[in-house]
């Protein structure tokens, strides 16, 4: 059995669903994104551009801290999205924007280098990705008020940099699962299989794409 694994993807992919049912099925301790912990968040849905840098830096170095947290525990452990994420996908879509300027991406490229050698890499990352209009019925179901706003354009290059990151990764065994016609909460039929695919990931050495 895995004793670290991560659960990466896009808003709205199902990772919190996923998250629960793996702390259910294999007795993962959870760690998750502290969303509404960054007191910055609020602000940088109303002005990217003044509040990016300062809201990827909180989630950066509080993911530092939970990454820290789930490496000094002895029990295995998930996480729900990783401090790669944070980087590679969304600070760097910010700075692709332009939302972030080229001095502060400067700064944050070398704190992000800085953190990402020295923390261990997990053991599996279970990659979730789904199309972006069941992203958006996600989002609108769920009704978080920040959400609501972000625009289309937005989601579609978050779901191309995922794409990228994904099919790039090499930090350890990766399962990536497509979750838009997937229903591993109410389907059986889907659990039985998301049961099994996960069980060969957990348990063995191999990469599933």
Not at 16 to 42: C, H, I, Q
Not at 107 to 123: A, F, N, Q, S, W
Not at 179 to 206: F, S
């Amino acid at each position: 059995m895995k004793r670290y694994v991560a659960v990466a993807g896009t808003i709205g992919a199902g990772k919190t669903s996923l998250v629960a049912w793996l702390v259910k099925r294999y007795g993962l301790v959870p760690f998750f994104e502290p969303n509404d912990e960054n007191p910055y968040l609020a602000d940088f849905y109303a002005d990217m551009s003044a509040w990016a840098y300062h809201s990827q830096v909180f989630f950066l170095s509080h993911k530092l801290k939970l990454h820290q947290e789930l490496l000094a525990s002895d029990e295995p452990a998930v996480i729900d999205r990783t401090i790669y994420e944070d980087a590679e996908i969304f600070a760097r879509n910010l700075r692709l924007e332009k939302k972030i300027d080229k001095r502060d991406w400067a700064v944050y490229e070398r704190l992000y280098e800085g953190i990402k050698r020295t923390l261990r890499p997990p053991d599996l990352l279970i990659a979730l990705t789904c199309s972006l209009p069941a992203t958006k019925k996600r989002i609108a179901r769920r009704g978080r008020a920040m959400e609501k706003e972000i625009p289309d354009a937005y989601l579609r290059r978050l779901h191309k940099l995922y794409e990228t990151w994904f099919t790039s990764y090499d930090l350890g065994p990766i399962v990536r699962i497509d979750t838009t016609k997937l229903d591993y909460v109410e389907d059986l039929v889907d659990l039985i299989e998301l049961q099994q695919t996960l069980d060969a990931a957990l348990r063995g050495p191999t990469t599933i794409s």
